[in-house]
């Protein structure tokens, strides 16, 4: 019998011309925290380090992509990863006193633990919002940062950052985990099937037998998310939760646990088993330690496997 | 953890790392908030859990 724990952390160190997003995101990641967030554990100035909880299974984009020859996820785990999403996004809007808008939504930036449980992650241009002259809540910038196929066409249009923003983004994200196919041009095909009532031709079948239902109001409500002018975009709260809600907790009870949990991590240990103090000072201690013997790799993913016992001896001598 | 406790904040930790804590705090390690009392009551349901764990796993 084993008397020691092993936890994993994430280490992502950023250029060093990024000082001001790594503070923007430890103000954002430090005031927030959710269940679909990344747990930000700490951060380390000298090296423009973040440290997260560790995701063994990537990103949402690697597992779409099936990058290591990993099996593709299932319609149940998809199902899920919108639902989960979509509260976060929710949580995120209704921030007080200001609403926060994530503005870099795609499947990269969504990660995935040993249980496929999805982490909305990089907050690099995440935003406070401020009230605008309309009195709706906007960010506003010269400079629209964000990524092809899946940033809001208005934003990029005027600048104007807003809730509708990810609202758009998270369309382009259902119509991706639906269809498996590359987000260029996915509402004109979608919307196209939809007319043609050929819809059922461009589900990814790899993600098993989805029930077309299913399908159909995923289909419906991604397309009103994705809408070209933001005031005409579904809203999170009344029109897309009520339906995935319903949706996760029919596909959670027909979901194989086997299918869920097929690339989990052997040596995960339930966090609550752990004490929340010694797992702070193991951190402190590897993070000092790194630090002094310039063991980081500038932007290369550090993965760090802790002996906790061992750890806690050292920080003890 | 080999000795959970539990604090007034209703976190469980280990019993010798919470109480070198509230040698020299009265907040919560986890909210930073004040704590109620500085008693901490064994988590026996969680020990049961943990040594179940242990005894399944490698």
Redesign the interface.
């Known amino acids: 019998m084993s008397q020691f724990h092993v936890t994993s952390i994430y280490v992502e160190v950023m250029q060093s011309d990024t000082k001001f997003v790594l503070s923007f995101q430890v103000l954002i990641l430090t005031k927030v925290r959710h269940p679909h967030l990344v747990n930000l554990l700490g951060a380390c100035d000298e090296v423009s380090a973040l440290v997260y909880d560790y995701l063994p299974n990537g990103s949402l984009e690697d597992r779409l992509s099936c990058k290591g020859n990993t099996p593709a996820l299932t319609w149940q785990v998809r199902t899920r990863i919108i639902g989960e999403i979509c509260s976060a996004l929710i949580f995120l809007h209704s921030h007080k006193p200001k609403p926060i808008v994530h503005g870099d939504l795609k499947p990269s930036n969504i990660l995935l633990d040993a249980d496929l449980v999805s982490k909305l992650g990089d907050f690099g241009i995440a935003r406070f919002l401020v009230p605008s002259d309309t009195s709706t809540m906007v960010h506003l910038t010269d400079h629209p940062i964000g990524t092809m196929f899946y940033s809001d066409p208005e934003y990029m249009a005027h600048g104007e950052l807003t809730q509708g923003s990810d609202v758009y983004s998270f369309g382009i994200i259902i119509l991706r985990l639906l269809t498996g196919r590359h987000p260029r041009e996915i509402v004109k095909r979608v919307e196209d099937a939809m007319i043609n009532d050929e819809l059922h031709t461009i589900i990814d079948r790899s993600a098993g037998e989805w029930p077309f239902v299913q399908v159909q109001q995923l289909a419906r409500i991604a397309m009103r998310c994705a809408a070209e002018k933001r005031r005409r975009r579904a809203d999170l709260v009344t029109d897309v939760w009520p339906v995935v809600e319903t949706m996760m907790k029919n596909a959670s009870l027909s979901a194989c646990p086997s299918t869920s949990s097929s690339i989990q991590d052997e040596s995960s240990v339930p966090h609550y088993f752990l004490c929340p103090i010694l797992q702070v000072h193991v951190l402190l201690h590897i993070e000092s330690f790194y630090v002094h013997d310039s063991y980081f790799h500038p932007s290369e993913v550090v993965l760090t496997y802790i002996h906790m016992d061992a750890a806690n001896e050292i920080r003890r001598s | 953890?080999k000795n959970?406790h539990i604090a007034a904040d209703g976190?469980?930790?280990?019993a010798e790392?919470?109480e070198e804590?509230l040698e020299a705090h009265d907040t919560s390690?986890?909210t930073n908030l004040p704590l109620r009392n500085c008693v901490t009551i064994p988590n026996s349901a969680?020990r049961l859990?943990?040594q179940e764990?242990?005894?399944r796993?490698?």
């Open positions: 953890m959970p976190f469980t930790y280990e790392a919470i804590w390690p986890m969680l859990v943990i764990h242990l005894q796993g490698p």
